[in-house]
C-alpha cells in the first residue's frame, strides 16, 4: 500500500519561511506526478506546485518565485520549500501522488499538513 506522509507543517509571520515534506513509502520515480495542493477555510482545493516525469515543474502563479518544489530519490521524498510567505497562504496543505498504470491512474494523498501565517 503507496502511502504518503507529510511534516514540516506550523506557524510563521509573514515573510518567514517554512519546507514542508512528503515522504513516501516506496521510490519517488514510481510516481508519475507528485506535488502540493493546499485548501484554505470555505474554499476549494487548489494546486501549489507540481513535478511531472519528464515535463517539469508547474507552480501556481501566486507562488512563484516563493515556493520551490524538489524531491530526493535518496531519501523517497517530495520537498515543498515556501519563502516570503503570506497570510493568504494559509491553508492546509496536502502532498499528492500520481500512478499512471496500464489499467487505472491512482492518486495518492497525504493526510495535510496545517500552515499558518500571521500578519
Known amino acids: 500500500q503507496r502511502q504518503l506522509v507529510e511534516s514540516g507543517g506550523g506557524l510563521v509571520q509573514a515573510g518567514g519561511s517554512l519546507r514542508l515534506s512528503c515522504a513516501a513509502s516506496?521510490?519517488?520515480?514510481?510516481?508519475?506526478?507528485m506535488g502540493w495542493y493546499r485548501q484554505a477555510p470555505g474554499k476549494q482545493r487548489e494546486l501549489v506546485a507540481n513535478i511531472v516525469s519528464g515535463s517539469g515543474t508547474n507552480y501556481k502563479d501566486s507562488v512563484k518565485g516563493r515556493f520551490t518544489i524538489s524531491r530526493s530519490s535518496a531519501k523517497n521524498t517530495m520537498y515543498l520549500q515556501m519563502n516570503s510567505l503570506k497570510p493568504e497562504d494559509t491553508a492546509v496543505y496536502y502532498c499528492?501522488?500520481?500512478?499512471?498504470?496500464?489499467?487505472?491512474?491512482?492518486?495518492?494523498w497525504g493526510q495535510g499538513t496545517q500552515v499558518t501565517v500571521s500578519s
Open positions: 499528492y501522488a500520481v500512478v499512471v498504470g496500464t489499467k487505472a491512474t491512482t492518486d495518492y
Open positions: 516506496e521510490s519517488i520515480f514510481s510516481f508519475n506526478t
